[in-house]
């Protein structure tokens, strides 16, 4: 017999670096999740990764107090930032430049999110990053 779902929940955990203290601890907590397990199993699966990357989690938790996780790529935003060596993006950003990106870098991040975007292939993906690059201010040469 499968398993009865009770519900499903997202967090944004840095990678590898999953701990049993707010906010995962009493989010995980009040839903009657194992907090402990939680954090072995995301830290084993995001080691990986590199360190303190936020990674998007969907946990999908039972009846028989057992739950699921399926960990995404990290925000494109974040991987912008990264690239054009930024601590954020642009107070104004049709007007200003917060700073600046290379089309090949583009690809790079496009590549690397291919799996978590809604997109066919990679040109379609870099436009989606396009956006997300013009929205928060950078300027892509």
């Not at 590199?50 to 995404?72: H, N, R």
């Not at 054009?84 to 642009?90: D, R, V």
């Not at 066919?120 to 013009?134: F, H, K, P, T, V």
Request: overall charge positive; some cysteine; proline content about 7%.
């Amino acid at each position: 017999m499968a398993k009865k779902l009770v519900g499903s929940m997202k967090l944004q955990v840095p990678a590898g670096q999953a701990n049993p203290s707010p906010p995962v601890g009493p989010a995980l907590g009040q839903r009657g999740i194992n907090i402990m397990e939680f954090c072995k199993a995301f830290n084993a699966k995001t080691a990986d990764m590199e360190q303190g990357a936020p990674c998007p989690t969907v946990i999908t938790y039972y009846q028989d107090k057992s739950f699921t996780m399926d960990i995404k790529t990290p925000p494109a935003s974040y991987y912008l930032k990264k690239a054009a060596n930024l601590k954020s993006g642009a107070s104004a950003p049709s007007r200003e430049v917060a700073g600046t990106v290379t089309a090949a870098q583009v690809k790079e991040i496009a590549e690397a999110k291919m799996k978590d975007l809604n997109a066919n292939d990679i040109e379609s993906a870099m436009q989606i990053i396009l956006g997300s690059a013009r929205s928060m201010g950078i300027e892509v040469k």
